[in-house]
């Protein structure tokens, strides 16, 4: 709004009156007193006040009104109806606020709200720091027409640009930087945050995650899952003792780029190397042991269980049978039959022979994991099984009890021959002599103990309970016969049954039996334990002394063994073993010929054992000096250190050895001198020690010149640096030189990372023509005291004057023998224009440079010409005419831009598009080939639109007194506009429908209305509709005038659509299949748009009359 001033609005009201201060008169007079002009004929205002109201001349103030003596201390005061105006007034300049007639300054309250104003007006603009729209202190959003530091919309709170949270109009909260969204990094309230369009960021920006603008740390739940972020990213690695990926707590399989404990994979449970079953990603379950798929035996719960890659082992591991990881016990099928069996019965792994308890709690017997069957051998004992139960019963004539072959009396649960006990022999009853559990002999007859005469043998007696009758006196007589030998007692005579007998008296000392076997005997009895004969203890065992083990002592012949025992029978292999007090010795002791020897489990101690904490070499038991295989003893022990042979070794008496082995290394002499060894004796010659072949003398490395007897590489003389011909710099006597591989540098070498040439071990200046700064080729600029051909500085490569590319600390140049190139120049066949060494792009002398080459074609400006920065060249210059560009297009150009738009070229005016002529529209007219086009067009939406001199002439309406042919033209625009848009094919037929419903588009209907087509309302039309009168042929020939209401249309191209929306019915839908006018008419009769009998030919005959089908 403008500001206006008093001053300027009082102009404007006086500019048809003249006031003259000096006549003007001023009376006081009551509303109702009659009011005097004495000056009207002048012209001058009068002004009367009432005690209320102003006057001026003979009406109530209104407007500016000046005062000759100031008001409140104003001249201008701004009146209404008489009044001082509070409130809105309009001067000349506008509408304004006033104040008691003054126009509004400062704050003020109008209307209950507080706003500044200025000569009036609300202001909009900055005071006092604060910024005001319309009157108003700014509070959020406001747009500025100029833009403020390049914005045209601000944020504000209380006037000022807001830094801080602020809430705009849609009650959202947004943060603020100096009145715009904050963007970036932004320190508020003390707090740094990451905010786009002034909210803190909470997503991924820049490769980071923020959580309310601030880098993301600890969980944070994203899309419902917990993430662990420090400083923003996801975290991989321990945290607390969890293992995260990516952020995620670890589970499943996670891969480490290194190792940990040696493995590149382990697999994770809630962030912990899973100990315990776990399922990975292809849904298998697998056992894992601290993050590894178990292998081996794990115990689990208590349970040993084998693993192999995390699952339980089903089959055979080192000879042990496993189910699914336990070792097989009881019975374990098999899906594959083995040795024919698809069961077998396992015990810790292995198919069972023995005793096995299977599920049932039954016992039964096994072999190889199979039930017992047949006979078994079993501790040496043949037993009989039947399904893995011992056999009681007859079998094949024979009687078995619990497997065993009946032998012995034997209880019957069913009597057998009126008998519970029967007595067997190899399962059969015996007849004849047998022996009972109680060791007792008896005679029996078919199973019973043989009573009253019986023979047997050839000899009859009488038996009572299977003995024959006898009797003793004073000595022991059988049958009548003095004991001798074994005698059976039926009632035990000191406890024993049987007793020996030497002429009818128990023998006690040897005696032999009846299988001729010799014995000792005490009272009778086999000699038993240790018993003293003639003062001496013997062990004896059934009446023989013991020879053997006993209580982990070995016995000889009854007596303890002590030294060498010979064996019958080799034990590990020995026959002689050497004992102390029943025990094989491993210590030292004394053999029978008063030798002392070391023995180890019985045997002189052979090779390596340890005694007193030593190890100690022994041989035949004695400790042992000399070598063994390639090491060297000394009594016993590995030599160290120089070492005397009586007689030489490889011709050498002396050798150092190391842990016994003659020394190739480092070792310290008895001096503590350190020396490097080669098989024992002091380095000489070369050797490779350290990672490199060394010389060496008397086992120290050589340093410095050495002389060598015999030339190496053709030098007696070489240097030498920890052994090795040096490369580097070393010193001599003169000094410090540089060595290659032992000689003084000679020539070009490499080093420290440089060339340079070299003469006796020292740099030098100049050779072969070359410049060398420090032995070094000069590279680059060269200062010179003395100029060269006038210069001071040239630039050399590789110590010659560079003729070439060169880069200097500038960059890449051209250099001409050593100068910066100037003017046009020929490098590398290429004839081209320098300035200092480089290529020029611009204009000289008139002409435009492109990396030296006269400018030719398409050149990209870095800084716009005329405004562009593509302008085509042809020798230097702005091409105005035909030229050819990299595509090989010619084209037409302006000053080096494509000519564009009408143009003259050549005498001949065409219109241009981008250098070719024009195809479509350019600035709003429409060329052909370059020329305006006239007449119709077939434009690219496929429609044709009427050109006049490149202006589109197409008929969108009908003007007054419009001929058919127009009719024709506008409606077929229409049409073809729609048809498409409907999917009808067939344009001509509904041409033909409009000219014939309405007559050319002059009857009521369609003139008025704009209903071409005769359209009814019917019931579901909703727009407007008039009232007409119509005929129906409701019997063909004969026609029923009728009256109906008929579509109303605002425009003839809402009628158009109104036909093809009136088509959307689906009685019409065969329509949208016609492919021709008669087709079309057809099938629209057919849906009862029409009630002629004749529509169809009337209508064709339109078509064809006009050949309509041109608009198809």
């Not at 008001?71 to 104040?99: C, N, P, Q, S, W």
């Not at 932004?186 to 909210?199: A, H, P, Q």
């Amino acid at each position: 709004m403008r500001k206006t001033t008093p001053a300027s609005i009082f102009a404007k009201l006086m500019i048809a009156s003249v006031f003259c201060s000096s006549t003007a008169k001023l009376y006081e007079v009551h509303a109702t007193e009659a009011v005097n002009y004495s000056n009207r004929q002048q012209g001058v205002l009068g002004a009367l006040k009432t005690s209320s109201l102003y006057y001026v001349g003979d009406a109530l103030a209104n407007g500016w009104v000046f005062h000759e003596q100031p008001v409140d201390g104003y001249y201008y005061l701004f009146y209404k109806d008489g009044v001082r105006l509070t409130g809105m007034g309009t001067d000349a300049e506008g509408e304004h606020l006033f104040i008691n007639g003054v126009l509004a300054q400062g704050i003020q309250s109008y209307n209950g709200v507080d706003l500044l104003y200025e000569n009036g007006n609300p202001v909009t603009g900055y005071r006092d720091g604060k910024y005001y729209v319309s009157g108003y202190i700014a509070n959020g959003w406001v747009f500025h027409q100029q833009p403020i530091d390049g914005n045209y919309y601000l944020f504000y709170k209380d006037g000022v640009r807001l830094t801080g949270k602020g809430i705009d109009a849609k009650n959202e909260e947004h943060y603020y930087v100096n009145g715009v969204p904050a963007e970036g990094n932004v320190t508020i309230d003390g707090v740094t945050r990451l905010y786009k369009n002034g909210d803190p960021v909470n997503t991924t920006d820049s490769g980071k995650y923020y959580v309310n603008g601030v880098l993301a740390e600890g969980i944070q739940n994203i899309n419902g899952v917990n993430l662990l972020y420090e400083n923003g990213d996801p975290v991989t690695g321990y945290r607390d003792g969890k293992y995260y990926v990516s952020g995620y707590i670890a589970n499943g399989w996670v891969f480490h780029q290194q190792p940990i404990d040696g493995n590149y994979y382990l697999f994770y449970k809630d962030g912990v190397r899973l100990t315990g079953k776990g399922i990975d990603a292809k849904n298998e379950e697998h056992y894992y042991v601290n993050g590894v798929l178990a292998e081996g035996l794990q115990n689990i719960n208590g349970v040993d269980l084998l693993y192999e890659k995390g699952d339980p082992v089903t089959g055979y591991r080192n000879g042990k049978y496993y189910v699914s990881g336990y070792i097989a016990n009881g019975w374990v099928f098999h899906q594959q039959p083995i040795d024919g069996n698809y069961y077998l019965f396992y015990k810790d792994g292995v198919r069972l022979t023995g005793k096995g308890i299977d599920a049932k709690n039954e016992e039964h017997y096994y072999v190889n994991g199979v039930l017992a069957e047949g006979l078994q051998n079993i501790n040496g004992v043949d037993l009989l099984y039947e399904k893995g139960d011992p056999v009681s019963g007859i079998r094949n004539g024979k009687y078995y009890v619990s497997g065993y072959i009946a032998n012995g009396w034997m209880f019957h649960k069913e009597p057998i021959d009126g008998k519970y006990y029967l007595f067997y022999k190899d399962g059969v009853r015996l007849t004849g002599k047998g022996i009972d559990a109680k060791g007792e002999e008896h005679y029996y007859y078919n199973g019973l103990l043989a009573q009253g005469y019986n023979t047997f043998d050839g000899v009859t007696r009488l038996y009572k309970d299977g003995d024959p009758v006898g009797e003793a006196i004073d000595k022991y007589y059988v049958n009548g016969y003095i004991a001798n030998g074994w005698m059976y007692h039926k009632e035990p005579i000191d406890g024993y049954h049987y007793l020996f007998y030497k002429d009818g008296v128990r023998l006690t000392g040897k005696g032999i039996d009846a299988k001729n076997e010799e014995h000792y005997y005490i009272n009778g009895v086999l000699a038993e334990g240790f018993q003293n004969i003639t003062g001496v203890e013997l062990l004896y065992e059934k009446g023989d002394p013991v020879t053997g083990y006993r209580n982990g002592k070995y016995y000889v012949s009854g007596y303890i063994a002590n030294g060498w025992v010979f064996h019958r029978e080799p034990i590990n292999g020995k026959y002689y073993l050497f004992y102390k007090d029943g025990v094989r010795l491993t210590g030292i002791g004394i053999d029978a010929k008063n030798e002392e020897h070391y023995y180890v489990d019985g045997l002189l101690a052979e090779g390596l054992h340890i005694h007193d904490g030593n190890q100690i070499y022994y041989k035949n038991g004695d400790r042992f000096t000399g070598p063994v295989g390639n090491k060297y003893y000394v009594n016993g022990q590995e030599a160290n250190g120089w070492m005397f042979h009586e007689k030489p070794v490889d011709g050498h008496y002396y050798y150092f050895y190391k842990y016994g082995e003659r020394l190739t290394g480092m070792g310290i002499d008895a001096k503590n001198e350190e020396h490097y060894y080669v098989n024992g004796l002091l380095a000489q010659g070369v050797y490779e020690y350290d990672g490199a072949k060394r010389l060496f003398v008397n086992g120290d490395v050589v340093n410095g010149w050495y002389f060598h007897q015999q030339p190496v590489d053709g030098k007696y003389y070489l240097f030498y640096q920890d052994g090795e011909r040096l490369t580097g710099m070393g010193e001599d006597a003169n000094g410090e030189h540089l060595f290659i591989n032992g000689l003084l540098a000679q020539g070009y070498n490499y080093y420290a990372g440089q060339y340079r040439y070299y003469k006796d071990g020292n740099v030098v200046d100049m050779h072969n023509e070359k410049y060398y700064i420090n032995g070094v080729l000069a590279n680059g600029w060269m200062f010179h005291k003395e100029p060269i051909d006038g210069k001071y500085y040239l630039f050399y490569k590789d110590g010659l004057r560079l003729t070439g590319i060169g880069t200097d600390a500038n960059g890449e140049h051209l250099f001409i023998n050593g100068i910066l190139a100037q003017g046009m120049q020929n490098y590398e066949d290429k004839y081209r224009l320098y300035e200092d060494g480089n290529l020029v792009t611009g204009f000289r002398d008139g002409k435009y440079y492109v990396s030296g080459y006269i400018a030719n074609g398409w050149v990209r400006h870095a800084e716009p010409i005329d405004g562009t920065y593509y302008l085509f060249y042809k020798d230097g210059v702005r091409l105005t005419g035909k030229g050819i560009d990299a595509n090989g297009d010619e084209r037409l150009y302006l000053n080096g831009i494509l000519a564009q738009g009408l143009q003259t070229y050549a005498g001949e005016q065409r219109v241009y598009k981008d250098g070719e002529y024009a195809n479509g529209w350019v600035n709003g007219v429409y060329a052909l080939n370059g020329y305006f086009a006239n007449g119709w067009v077939q434009m690219e939406n496929g429609e044709e639109e009427y050109f006049e001199y490149g202006k589109s002439a197409s008929p969108k309406t009908l003007r007054e007194n419009y001929t058919n042919e127009e009719f024709i033209q506008v409606m077929a625009y229409y049409i073809r506009k729609y048809s498409a848009q409907y999917g009808i094919k067939v344009n001509s037929g509904i041409l033909a429908q409009a000219i014939l419903e309405s007559n050319w588009g002059r009857s009521t209907l369609s003139a008025k209305y704009h209903n071409y087509f005769g359209l009814k309302a019917g019931p579901y039309w909703t727009g407007k509709s008039v009232n007409m009168v119509t005929q129906e042929e409701y019997v063909p020939g004969t026609y029923t005038n009728i009256r109906d209401n008929f579509r109303a249309f605002n425009s003839l191209e809402e009628g158009v659509r109104g036909y093809f929306e009136f088509t959307k019915f689906p009685n019409y839908a065969k329509i949208k299949t016609a492919t021709t006018p008669e087709e079309y008419l057809t099938y629209i009769k057919q849906a009862g748009y029409a009630t002629s009998s004749t529509y169809v030919q009337n209508t064709m005959r339109v078509v064809q009359t006009y050949n309509l089908t041109k608009y198809d």
